[in-house]
Nanobody
Framework: QVHLVESGGGSVQAGGSLGLSCAAA????????LAWFRQTPGKEREFVAA???????????DSIKGRFTISRDNAKTSENTVFLQMNNLKPEDTAVYYC??????????????????WGQGTQVTVSS
């Protein structure tokens, strides 16, 4: 069992920056890939970024490459934190952002159905 709690988010004008954090707690959570997804009303939840257990491998959705950075702090094997630094935000980045955890191959990180654990979500609003 992995428990995920997001923090951060809020409202910002276009071109601004925000940082999200997700505290991940659970036995051997260090072995889990941690990811961020986002969802807007009426649309499917979409992949944003993911990071491997070691933090050495990352993957990003094309639309946010160069603007968002994912990283993780593996302070303990059972308590990790994943971050999403979002720069040069655009109105189309407005969404509820969710943290997710799972154990599987990086080639399938982008598949929502592979993630076993989810946070409650945090709202990000970017105004033009």
């Amino acid at each position: 069992q992995v428990h995920l709690v997001e923090s951060g988010g809020g409202s910002v004008q276009a071109g601004g920056s925000l940082g999200l954090s997700c505290a991940a707690a659970g036995r051997m959570v260090i072995n889990f890939a941690l990811a961020w997804f986002r969802q807007t009303p009426g649309k499917e939840r979409e992949f944003v970024a993911a990071v491997s257990g070691s933090g050495s491998h990352t993957d990003y959705q094309d639309s946010i490459k160069g603007r968002f950075t994912i990283s993780r702090d593996n302070a303990k094997t059972s308590e990790n934190t994943v971050f999403l630094q979002m720069n040069n935000l655009k109105p189309e980045d407005t969404a509820v952002y969710y943290c997710a955890a799972g154990v599987f191959s990086p080639s399938t990180w982008r598949l929502l159905q592979n993630y076993n654990y989810w946070g409650q979500g945090t709202q990000v609003t970017v105004s033009s």
